[in-house]
């Protein structure tokens, strides 16, 4: 009972809190962009604009809800929600702080800052998801009867579909090293052998990067929406707040992948010469919980400022990249990296 | 010119190393520029924004914004209702109704009994400036022009001199008279009524 009731509180916690920074991020996104711009960027609404997110939830609730009368609406009302839970789920397996019998006690056992704690098929669960997200986004794209919401959708099927394959081979390389998929078990690892992912892994990380971008459908991966083409892509009949979780999704996607690459690549709670899987006590829960906070939101912050960096993919080019670049890099990757395993284990 | 003519200069790309074609060294470059304008822009003075309320443009000295109808010496319009200004308006924003000036105005025949310039049809392109023969319609430096509605932005001579009340210290007519202060003692002149957007201006 106390058990379940632990659980409830852990699932709300997480759900709020990223909601809530979805809608900050949002304002950081803006704000972010405003620099790269040489702008000031939204300062109006409360302190230095830290209200603008508030403001920004309230207009999305208020704007008209139009439903264009050609659509399929039962599809087209259930695309969104699709989109919000495939990402949301994402998170139970995400380990959000130390997990392990050293966690700060509280009541009868450690705190473990996980949702669903030890489980071993981590990642897999992670990719299973992910390659949900793809329905969201195509069944609007086909419920909205409407040639670019279409493009956009099929866009978004074909290139999801071609980055899963190079995402889950760049990790292999990561798995065999720790020899477990639980996430973990391979911050643990970086933890013990005093290494980060990225250090032995180089080539994975950058594989497993580009294609964080391209599953998030982030520039210059954001083919399925091209303003400029698709006029808004699989969006383009969405109004008000059903466009509003089609934004919240799109976040909440960037979250789970920069924790991802974190907990995979740059060590996790990890930090040098300070941390190992062994100090109990709330201080030490504390430092971990937010160094690996603080590497997610700089890993955030990349990826925007990627996004300013970079213009979109060429449509054949970005299949090209994928089936013809990433897809042997990362074949390679295993094989190199498994043989090296093989010789030095003996 | 046939493809195979010796004259013609073939260019051939530039052949990109491995490492080139991996663009990661173009990627770091963008990088680096992008991120020094994020950094400049958020700590320093990279920003380029002016803050519009409470920081206000200055234009140009030969900026076109609102009209404005000069006086002379004795504080008496300018305007000889010629025309010229009328006829060069392209868009034909200008309407003027000419009187014979009184008998004690021995510098003139005619004087603008109505002078009316509609700033919504107005393309601010300065001709009638330029074809006033006796600098009596020039563009102010005014940009904030707003208004209600249609009639308020009719401007009539009434407001046309209340401009130029405002505007003539800070900008000297371009022949370089300025009329002498408490000057509107004729019954043409009334009290300047140039609706929210003068008001403003004098608050400022």
Known sequence: MLEILGLLIKISLVVGITQGAVAYLILVERKIAAFAQDRIGPNRVGPLGLLQPIVDGVKMFLKEDVTPGYVNKPIFILAPFLTIVTAMIGFAVVPFGPVGPNGPVLMDGPIQFQIAPGIDIGILYIFAVGSLAVYGIILAGYASNNKYSFLGGLRSSAQLISYEIPMGMSILGMVLLVGSLDLNAIVEWQDKHHVWGIVVQPLGFFIFLICAFAETNRLPFDLPESEQELVGGFHTEYSSMKFGMFFLGEYLHVITVSYLVVILFLGGWDVPFLTDSSQTGWLFALIKISALLGKVLLMIVFVMWIRWTLPRFRYDRLMELAWKRMIPLAIANMVVTATVLQLVRG | ?204
């Not at chain 2, 319009?77 to 034909?92: R, S």
């Not at chain 2, 002078?115 to 392109?125: A, G, K, N, S, W």
Request: hydrophobic share 35%; proline share 6%; with cysteine.
């Open chain 2, 1 to 204: 010119m046939r493809s195979d003519d010796p004259s013609l200069k073939r260019l051939k790309p530039p052949k990109l190393t491995l490492f080139e074609q991996s663009y990661l060294p173009q990627i770091l470059g963008g990088l680096f520029v992008t991120g020094r304008h994020i950094v400049n822009a958020a700590v320093g003075t990279g920003s380029l924004t002016m803050e519009y309320p409470e920081v206000q443009h200055q234009p140009s000295a030969n900026y076109r914004g609102v009209h404005r109808l000069n006086k002379d010496e004795q504080g008496r319009v300018k305007c000889v209702a010629c025309m010229l200004c009328a006829t060069a308006c392209p868009v034909h924003c200008i309407d003027i109704v000419g009187a014979t000036a009184p008998e004690s105005w021995t510098d003139r025949e005619k004087y603008c009994q109505s002078f009316v310039i509609d700033e919504l049809r107005c393309i601010y392109c300065g001709m009638c400036e330029e074809a006033c023969p006796v600098d009596a319609i020039e563009l102010t430096s005014f940009y904030d022009l707003t208004g209600l509605s249609r009639e308020e932005m009719i401007f009539d001579k009434t407001k046309l001199l209340s401009v130029y009340d405002l505007t003539k210290t800070a900008e000297p007519m371009k022949s370089g008279i300025v009329a002498p202060e408490s000057s509107h003692t004729n019954e043409l002149y009334t009290t300047p009524t140039m609706g929210p957007v003068i008001e403003r201006q004098q608050l400022v």
